[in-house]
């Protein structure tokens, strides 16, 4: 029987060691292409639709994370924000992170199964900030944007917007009125 060479194969493949989850805050690491990563995000082959169905099918949300290198709030996210088992644990935990280089030249399948390079899909997304989470969701049967978090919030307000995702509220309320009725008594 034939089967399909997918990033799921591989992973599930090459034993459950690869799978075994990271102590909360030891995931952070710098990559020879000077962009921090955690190790918990997606080993991917940078086809998005793959990527997506891929964290469907294990019941998380998927998020696109675009860095650069020599990027300060990119560092901060990752050797703070992520440091914080709070919140590592809530995104490792909730969604699928493919994470992205807004000038790489990596070719990557977007949704609509055109092949770009990162640089270039940055553009298509009109992504020009680092570190943005671009989050994708189905409507109408089709993966969309359904929030986007450009730069840094408090931590606090930074973890919400991966509650108010993982929630789907979206599709309801913008995100600062979901925010704010979450802190109401």
């Known amino acids: 029987m034939e089967r399909c060479l997918t990033r799921r194969s591989l992973t599930l493949g090459a034993g459950a060691l690869l799978l075994a989850p990271t102590p909360a805050g030891a995931a952070t690491r710098l990559g020879d292409d000077g962009l ?12 998005l639709p793959e990527d997506f169905a891929a964290a469907k099918a294990d019941g998380k949300g998927f998020a696109l994370q675009w860095s650069q290198r020599g990027c300060p709030l990119c560092k ?19 969604f699928s992170v493919v994470h992205l280089d807004i000038f790489g030249a990596r070719e990557v399948t977007g949704f609509d199964g055109a092949a770009l390079s990162e640089k270039a899909l940055a553009g298509h997304y009109a992504v020009r ?57």
């Not at 921090?36 to 086809?47: G, H, K, M, P, T």
């Not at 901060?76 to 909730?94: G, N, Q, S, W």
């Not at 408090?154 to 509220?169: C, D």
Request: no cysteine; hydrophobic share 40%.
């Open 76 to 94: 901060r996210l990752h050797t703070e924000y992520f440091a914080d088992p709070a919140i590592e644990t809530y995104v490792r935990d909730h």
């Open 129 to 185: 900030a680092t570190p943005t989470f671009q989050f994708f969701g189905l409507r109408e049967g089709k993966v969309v944007e359904v929030a986007r978090l450009p730069g840094l919030l408090p931590k606090p307000e930074f973890l919400g917007m991966f509650r108010y995702v993982e929630a789907g509220a979206y599709d309801s309320t913008g995100f600062e009125a979901w925010l704010a009725a979450q802190k109401a008594p």
């Open 36 to 47: 921090y990563v955690q190790d918990w995000y997606v080993e991917s082959f940078l086809d």
